[in-house]
């Protein structure tokens, strides 16, 4: 064998070696680049609260996020950021006298989401920013009870969070 073919073999093996290593990398690079959600608690009340979030990824319920703080009178706290990926954020809100749910706002997450503000006053308001249509929404339902996100019976979406559905009516 002479040293013109075992170069040329050692060329192509490299590159064959290396096709395989830049389609990964490719494909790394190509996937879907996940944001990030800042979340903002801003206190306006007299009184501390404690407040827990929770946050489940919708098709599969799984738990992906939890914080908790103790939340003092004109205090502003900035917790770690959630992903942008379609989920239900829950955010519990606990008198510190009894350490009793005072109250429960659920909002849902999505790629789009650029901010979630929740505002501790004596309206626990909730509000989302989506990054996309600069719409802004309120969330002031309360989610009840129930520790458990509920789901549809055949998708494994949180109930009211179609993202298919038109809400134009």
Do not use: K
Not at 91 to 113: A, G, H, K, L, Q
Not at 118 to 135: I, K, N, P, Q
Not at 139 to 158: F, H, L, M, N
């Amino acid at each position: 064998m002479n040293r013109r073919t075992v170069l040329q073999s050692a060329g192509v093996l490299g590159a064959v070696g290396l096709a395989g290593c830049l389609e990964g990398v490719q494909e790394h690079f190509e996937g879907s680049v996940q944001g990030v959600v800042p979340i903002e608690i801003y206190s306006e009340s007299d009184q501390y609260y404690n407040v827990q979030l929770v946050a489940y990824e919708r098709e599969t319920n799984r738990q992906t996020y939890e914080e908790a703080y103790a939340v003092t009178p004109g205090e502003n706290v900035i917790p770690p950021h959630l992903e942008g990926v379609y989920q239900t954020l829950r955010i519990t809100r606990f008198d510190v006298e009894n350490d009793d749910e005072t109250e429960v706002r659920e909002v849902t997450i999505t790629p789009d989401t650029g901010l979630v503000l929740v505002w501790l006053d004596e309206d626990f308001v909730v509000e989302v920013r989506r990054e996309d249509s600069g719409e802004t929404i309120n969330e002031t339902e309360d989610a009840g009870e129930s520790d458990e996100v509920p789901v549809g019976p055949d998708d494994g979406v949180p109930v009211g969070d179609d993202p298919d559905s038109d809400d134009s009516d």
